[in-house]
């Protein structure tokens, strides 16, 4: 089993900053990709940013240049740096990890941390 523990979720006021954390630990082989991904009252969830074991990054088009994805390798962690916030960012945001264990995929989920920015 594998769990991932998000942190960093606030309020703050637009144009602020905040950074997410996601820490994995557990049975870990290879991280293969860590995703953030966002889902605000009413809305379907949303890709916001992914990282993968080869440092590709992938951004929604709506943070590409104000949220930058970085990871730890040490410590499993990956981290969303998110700058210039709107209140269209608000929402609660997940961390996803692809993880390889075994020889088998798996797709595991954090429990979320709420972003709120005011205008």
């Known amino acids: 089993q594998v769990q991932l523990v998000e942190s960093g979720g606030g309020l703050v006021q637009a144009g602020g900053s905040l950074r997410l954390s996601c820490a994995a630990s557990g049975k870990i082989f290879v991280i293969n990709a860590m995703t953030w991904y966002r889902q605000a009252p009413g809305k379907q969830r949303e890709l916001v940013a992914r990282?993968?074991?080869?440092?590709?990054?992938q951004y929604a088009d709506s943070v590409q240049g104000r949220f930058t994805v970085s990871k730890d390798n040490a410590k499993n962690t990956t981290y969303l740096q998110m700058n210039n916030l709107k209140p269209e960012d608000t929402a609660v945001y997940y961390c996803n990890a692809d993880i390889t264990y075994g020889g088998w995929l798996y797709d595991y989920w954090g429990q979320g941390t709420q972003v709120t920015v005011s205008s």
């Open positions: 990282i993968t074991h080869g440092d590709g990054t």
